[in-house]
């Protein structure tokens, strides 16, 4: 299970405002984030991930605590067992697709699950190139691939699908289907897009100016 307890004060086009969400998400959950743009999405991305501080609150996930203001416990990012892919492509463009999921892996482990995954994303072909002669779909792909290499306990999708046609779109959901089957890892996906958010996630919260306003299954959320 995870814990987020959040407080942050965040500046608005509007002025200020308090971003405060208090969830739990289930172990496996495949839980989408969707609201107005400036609503606070990514902000809850980033308190998850460790690179935006909250100014009160708290985050365990499983039995480790990730952020507990209370005690001043803050664990940094790179302890933080997160994969995250965003909308820009973060690939290193000086390695190939092979080597960009290499260096995401600990010095010595094996290379299996490198193989196991060019598989899946159908990029073994693919795999001595470098990313400028890919397209935005397959690097994302890569992107993706490299984000769940650790096997992570939390993946995190920050509107990855955003720059792509909608021929591509639709590949990457069934590839994103897959994975989550596959691995299991609990998934919070960040979309504006409410068809994306209902093919993918079986729980959705709307956050509007800072707050939950709801939460449930996507099929039985209507636009007001
Ligand atoms: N470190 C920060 N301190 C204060 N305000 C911030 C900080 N980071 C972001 N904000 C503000 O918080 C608000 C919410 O931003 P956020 O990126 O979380 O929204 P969002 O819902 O993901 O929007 P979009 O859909 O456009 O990406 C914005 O007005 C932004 O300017």
């Not at 010095?107 to 470098?130: F, M, N, P, V, W």
């Not at 890569?142 to 590949?171: C, F, N, Q």
């Not at 919070?188 to 299954?217: K, N, P």
Request: with cysteine.
């Amino acid at each position: 299970m995870i814990h987020l307890q959040l407080k942050k004060n965040l500046s608005g086009a509007d002025g200020p405002f308090t971003l405060e969400v208090d969830l739990a998400i289930a172990k496996g959950e495949f839980m989408a984030l969707y609201g107005p743009s400036g609503a606070g999405k990514t902000s809850v991305l980033r308190m998850l991930a460790g690179f935006m501080r909250p100014d009160a609150g708290l985050i365990r996930v499983g039995n480790e605590t990730w952020f507990q203001s209370s005690k001043g416990l803050y664990l940094p990012p790179q302890k933080r067992s997160i994969g995250m892919v965003f909308q820009a492509y973060s690939l290193f463009p000086n390695m190939s697709v092979y080597e960009n999921l290499a260096f995401a892996l600990p010095k010595g482990a094996s290379t299996d699950s490198i193989r196991e995954l060019l598989a899946l994303i159908e990029l073994e072909g693919l795999q001595d190139k470098r990313p400028h002669i890919l397209s935005g779909g397959q690097k994302q792909r890569v992107a993706l691939a490299r984000a769940i290499l650790r096997k992570p306990d939390i993946l995190l999708l920050d509107e990855p699908l955003s720059a792509l046609d909608t021929k591509m779109r639709g590949k990457l959901q069934d590839m994103l289907r897959t994975v989550h089957a596959r691995y299991g890892m609990s998934t919070l996906l960040v979309s504006h897009d409410l068809l994306e958010v209902q093919r993918l996630a079986s729980r959705m919260c709307l956050l509007e100016g800072g707050s939950i306003a709801y939460d449930g299954a996507p099929g039985d959320f209507h636009l007001g």
